[in-house]
C-alpha cells in the first residue's frame, strides 16, 4: 500500500489549506485513516482520524473546530480541511492507514501500519 500526501503549503495565519491523501489500493475503504503531524523539535503527534466508512471522526483538541478530515472511498482519498490556521499548526503533515480492517480508530500511531512521505505546512504570522 502506497500512501501519496499532498496539498501542503505556504499560507498566512488565519487562511486554509486542504491536505489530499491518496492510497494504492482499493482495500483502502476497509481500513480507518488518520493524519499526525511532527513541528520541528517536536514529537509526531496525532490530528484527527476518520474510521473505515467516514461516519465516525475524532480530533485534536488543538485543532477541532479549525480542522475537518474526510474521505472519499471511491476515489481511494482523505482529506484535511484545515481553517483558520495558526503559526503552531506549522508541521509536516502525515496520512496513515490503521492496521485493523472494519476496526475502530485510534490516535496512537502504532495502530497505524502504512505512513505516506508528508508534505510541509508553512503558516507565516
Known amino acids: 500500500v502506497q500512501l501519496q500526501a499532498s496539498g501542503g503549503g505556504l499560507v498566512q495565519a488565519g487562511g486554509s489549506l486542504r491536505l489530499s491523501c491518496a492510497a494504492s489500493?482499493?482495500?483502502?475503504?476497509?481500513?480507518?485513516m488518520g493524519w499526525f503531524r511532527r513541528a520541528p523539535g517536536n514529537e509526531r503527534e496525532f490530528v484527527a482520524v476518520?474510521?473505515?466508512?467516514?461516519?465516525?471522526?475524532y480530533y485534536a483538541d488543538s485543532v477541532k473546530g479549525r480542522f475537518t478530515i474526510s474521505r472519499d472511498n471511491a476515489k481511494n482519498t482523505v482529506y484535511l480541511q484545515m481553517n483558520s490556521l495558526k503559526s503552531e499548526d506549522t508541521a509536516v503533515y502525515y496520512c496513515?492507514?490503521?492496521?485493523?480492517?472494519?476496526?475502530?480508530?485510534?490516535?496512537?500511531?502504532?495502530?497505524?501500519?502504512?505512513w505516506g512521505q508528508g508534505t510541509q505546512v508553512t503558516v507565516s504570522s
Open positions: 496513515a492507514r490503521d492496521r485493523t480492517p472494519y476496526g475502530g480508530y485510534s490516535q496512537s500511531a502504532l495502530r497505524y501500519d502504512y
Open positions: 489500493k482499493r482495500t483502502f475503504s476497509n481500513y480507518a
Open positions: 476518520i474510521n473505515w466508512n467516514g461516519v465516525s471522526t
